[in-house]
Each structure stands twice: as structure tokens, then as C-alpha cells.
Nanobody, 126 residues
Framework: QVHLVESGGGLVQAGGSLRLSCTVSGLSLNDVNMGWFRQTPGKEREGVSC????????YVSDSLKGRFTISKDNTKNTLYLQMSTLKPEDTAVYYC???????????????????WGQGTQVTVSS
């Protein structure tokens, strides 16, 4: 059985940083693409960043380039999202996802992603 567990969310002041982690069991990060999404109340889940199974290609939303960085540690089977210079509009629940097509990061439907974590709340105060 596949499980994705996010951690690292919390309350931070604008301009601060957070690193989210997603620990995966039941499948290997060597074998699947991994991604981060976020969602605010009343809105659809939106793609944030994606890293291919081989780690060679990453995708990130244009509006987040330079502030958000995706990475992974295959030995720990853990995905990361380093977020810096956070803004109040970054406030959301952040979800990790497994098995998605990174090329479809910004258009994929929630039901098209095989595996989701439970989400972690990030709140950025002004």
C-alpha cells in the first residue's frame, strides 16, 4: 500500500522560509515522478512543482521560480519543497503527489493523480 506523508508546514512571517517534506512508503522515488500542489478554500488544487523519476528535469510554476525549489532524496524516499521569501498569497494546504506526468503539472485533474498525501497547512502572515 502506498502512503505519502507531508510535514514541515506551519505559520511563518512574510519573507520567511519553510521546507516541506513528503515521506513515501510503498513505492520508490527512483521509479515515479513526484510533485507538489497547493489548494486554498474554494479553489482547485494547483500545480506548484514536479520532479521526474530520474531527477534530471524539474518543473515549477513561473510565478514561483526563484522562490520554490523541489528536490528529493532517493535514499530516504523523501520529497522536499524548499520555499523562501514567502508571501501571504502562498498560504494554502500543500499536497505531495506521486505517479503524475510532470508535463501535465499545470493542467492535470486531481483524479488523474494516482497518489496523494493528506496535506500540510502553510500560513504566511503579513
Amino acid at each position: 500500500q502506498v502512503h505519502l506523508v507531508e510535514s514541515g508546514g506551519g505559520l511563518v512571517q512574510a519573507g520567511g522560509s519553510l521546507r516541506l517534506s513528503c515521506t513515501v512508503s510503498g513505492l520508490s522515488l527512483n521509479d515515479v515522478n513526484m510533485g507538489w500542489f497547493r489548494q486554498t478554500p474554494g479553489k482547485e488544487r494547483e500545480g506548484v512543482s514536479c520532479i521526474k523519476w530520474n531527477g534530471e528535469t524539474t518543473y515549477v510554476s513561473d510565478s514561483l521560480k526563484g522562490r520554490f525549489t523541489i528536490s528529493k532524496d532517493n535514499t530516504k524516499n523523501t520529497l522536499y519543497l524548499q520555499m523562501s521569501t514567502l508571501k501571504p498569497e502562498d498560504t494554502a494546504v500543500y499536497y505531495c503527489a506521486a505517479g503524475l506526468d510532470c508535463r501535465a503539472l499545470f493542467s492535470i485533474k486531481e483524479v488523474e493523480v494516482p497518489y496523494w498525501g493528506q496535506g500540510t497547512q502553510v500560513t504566511v502572515s503579513s
